[in-house]
């Protein structure tokens, strides 16, 4: 079975500040993934996803994640926080054969003017 | 618009209701998922439709739930005799291919509260 742990449910930053998303994940095979993002009352969108091409994957709205196979890990960084970026963020992961994703709890992140 | 829709966006329903929700996927999407979200939570996926065939139902929390998508395009999420712990949103995605790495695109949800 394929399982997410996003630590902490919220994050607070200022505005300019280095936002750091942690994301650890459980599969037996190679896993596929995904940050999305979700703004109040809206769907989830697709911020980056992972598929074994390249390790240090770069997204939307200047998102990127590091895939680390000895950390089982897949943190989400933005260099600079724009208050635009306040939303909850998941991570989910899923394999070949396997689409469905399974989701993390989520993190809220706030933006501090 | 060219996205994912679901009808209705809200949604409320006295227990032993039965309630449908509708997905209206991208055009030309192979594959379909529900998920249900609770409060506070992440998304958990309830069924898989690859076409008309659902391939997966694994998640569907009781026999009160069931889908279809008959004809491989819209699909229905119908749940019967609704009891309180039903209360969540779901959300419904569809993806262009087939496999584990095809974005999924997602609907913006129905809220459903039963009272």
């Known amino acids: 079975a394929q399982s997410v742990t996003q630590l902490g449910s919220h994050v607070s930053v200022s505005e300019g500040a280095l936002v750091l998303l942690r994301c650890n994940y459980s599969s037996s095979v190679p896993p596929y993934l995904f940050w999305y993002v979700q703004y109040p009352n809206q769907g989830l969108q697709l911020l980056l996803k992972?598929?074994?091409?390249?390790?240090l994957v770069k997204g939307i709205n200047g998102f990127e994640a590091e895939f680390k196979k000895s950390e089982t890990s897949f943190h989400l960084t933005k260099p600079s926080a724009h208050m635009s970026d306040a939303a909850e963020y998941f991570c989910a992961v899923s394999d070949e054969a396997n689409s469905k994703l399974t989701f993390g709890k989520g993190i809220t992140l706030s933006v501090r003017p | 618009g060219a996205g994912v829709s679901q009808s209705p966006r809200y949604k409320v329903a006295k227990r032993g209701q039965d309630v449908a929700l509708r997905c209206d996927p991208i055009?030309?999407?192979?594959?379909l998922f529900w998920y249900q979200q609770a409060l506070g939570q992440g998304p958990e996926f309830l069924t898989y439709?690859?076409?008309?065939?659902?391939?997966?139902k694994s998640g569907l929390p009781s026999d009160r739930f069931f889908a279809e998508r008959p004809e491989g395009s819209v699909s229905t999420l119908k749940i019967q005799r609704t009891q309180q712990e039903d209360s969540a949103v779901y959300l419904c995605?569809?993806?262009?291919?087939?496999?584990?790495?095809?974005?999924?695109?997602f609907g913006p949800g129905t809220r459903l509260t039963v009272l």
């Open positions: 992972y598929t074994s091409a390249a390790t």
């Open positions: 995605a569809s993806s262009l291919a087939l496999g584990g790495a095809s974005e999924q695109f």
């Open positions: 439709f690859q076409n008309e065939a659902q391939l997966d």
């Open positions: 055009s030309g999407h192979v594959s």
